[in-house]
């Protein structure tokens, strides 16, 4: 189940292993998102009144909110990523949640026809 790097850390009982929609604290949620990788998960973040989600790598850049069926060449299952892509951005389009990218500054999205943009 671990890579020989993290081997002792599991062995030693420091690892906790984490589950799409488990809730680590009140404030952070993880949402599976598959596609990219096997497992990929992102972190919704909500704390005073403000939201945040961290989408690792659902995206790799703003041209997949404007065109979500575009996959990265290192999406390890590109149909699923664009399915991934197109769930979060509906679900997070018109909130004031900042979604912040791995590799590209954020912001809150909003829908464009079919497709979606960061608000400005």
């Known amino acids: 189940m671990f890579d020989d790097s993290i081997r002792p850390i599991a062995e030693a009982g ?3 292993l984490v589950d799409p929609g488990d809730r680590i604290c009140d404030e ?4 599976g998102t598959p596609g990219h990788s096997p497992g990929h998960l992102s972190v919704h973040i909500r704390s005073t009144g403000e939201a945040a989600l961290l989408i690792g790598d659902v995206a790799h850049h703003p041209c997949q909110m404007a065109h979500p069926r575009w996959s990265s060449t290192v999406d390890f299952d590109p149909v699923q990523a664009a399915h991934t892509r197109n769930a979060l951005f509906a679900t997070f389009a018109g909130t004031p949640a900042q979604i912040l990218g791995g590799h590209f500054v ?9 497709a979606y943009r960061i608000i400005m």
Request: no cysteine; glycine share 18%; charged share 25%.
């Open 14 to 16: 420091l690892a906790d």
């Open 28 to 31: 952070l949620h993880l949402i």
């Open 106 to 114: 954020g912001g809150p999205i909003a829908r464009d026809g079919e």
